[in-house]
């Protein structure tokens, strides 16, 4: 076992647990930070990162939900001795243009491919698991999900795959260095095919309804969501109507040298857990 560290943050979200379990199978030293971890971590408190950051030697980054943080963070983890950095960020960052969703994302990629040190960014599609991890699964569980989605796809990615993928960089930084990986499922679908695929799968009567970017902010925020966070998640679906990201990628295949796993796959492992029983 080397004597390296790898800090994980976000160690207990979607992404960092199983990025986290990963490495650890594979022999890496892991520092788990949250602001749950027994390594605390916030993005709000720049003054308490020092603890996480000693002694580690590569790290991988979930962007924080606000601009900013991620300069700050690069800053000190050099001082720290920090080498390598591994930033999860959203499928065509470069393409959002003048969209105000994603300025998060964005602010962090700045941060890391501004860096001295050796970075690599993969951008992911939406993560299959929103539908049983996230925002889409009390709606399904409730029997329907509506969303200003339209009739544009999306090649939704399986989170197993993007953590095979940060660990596998990880594991060879030297490779993917000064990187950007586009990471998606093998193919796309709308939000009305992947709800029928869940409907049938686990034998529910769960239904997909259209409705607007203003509507679906609305609906969030008297869910007990903030005004400026639903509209921000109103704001994806908007960008995600420009076409720009529908387009399946050959990441994981050059990242991991297998294809990605299909939605199906995902949707039968989900159902037959009992995913979106109410």
Do not use: C
Request: glycine share 10%; charged share 20%; proline share 6%.
């Amino acid at each position: 076992m080397s004597n390296d560290i790898t800090l994980v943050l976000g160690a207990t979200g979607k992404s960092g647990r199983r990025v986290a379990a990963r490495l650890r199978l594979h022999g890496t030293q892991v520092r788990a930070a949250s602001r749950s971890s027994a390594t605390r971590f916030d993005w709000s408190d720049p003054g308490g990162w020092g603890p996480a950051l000693q002694g580690v030697t590569a790290a991988y980054v979930v962007a924080p939900p606000v601009p900013g943080p991620v300069h700050e963070f690069v800053a000190q983890a050099t001082a720290a001795g920090v080498r390598h950095l591994v930033l999860l960020s959203g499928r065509g960052a470069d393409t959002w243009g003048d969209s105000t969703f994603g300025l998060d994302m964005r602010s962090a990629e700045d941060a890391v491919r501004g860096s001295a040190l050796e970075w690599t960014v993969l951008r992911a599609s939406n993560f299959n698991q929103n539908f049983t991890e996230d925002i889409f699964h009390a709606p399904l569980v409730a029997g329907e999900l509506a969303l200003p989605a339209g009739a544009v796809p999306d090649p939704f990615i399986d989170v197993e795959d993007v953590a095979d993928a940060v660990a596998a960089v990880l594991a060879q930084p030297g490779r993917h260095a000064g990187r950007i990986h586009e990471l998606t499922g093998s193919r796309a679908l709308t939000f009305a095919e992947a709800v029928e695929l869940i409907s049938r799968a686990s034998g529910l009567p769960i239904s997909y309804t259209e409705v607007s970017p203003a509507e679906y902010a609305t609906a969030l925020v008297e869910e007990g969501w903030g005004v400026q966070d639903a509209h921000h998640v109103a704001e994806m679906f908007v960008l995600m109507q420009r076409g720009l990201m529908r387009e399946p990628t050959d990441g994981i295949a050059t990242v991991l040298g297998r294809a990605p796993r299909i939605f199906e796959d995902y949707v039968v492992r989900a159902a037959a857990a009992g995913a979106w029983r109410p």
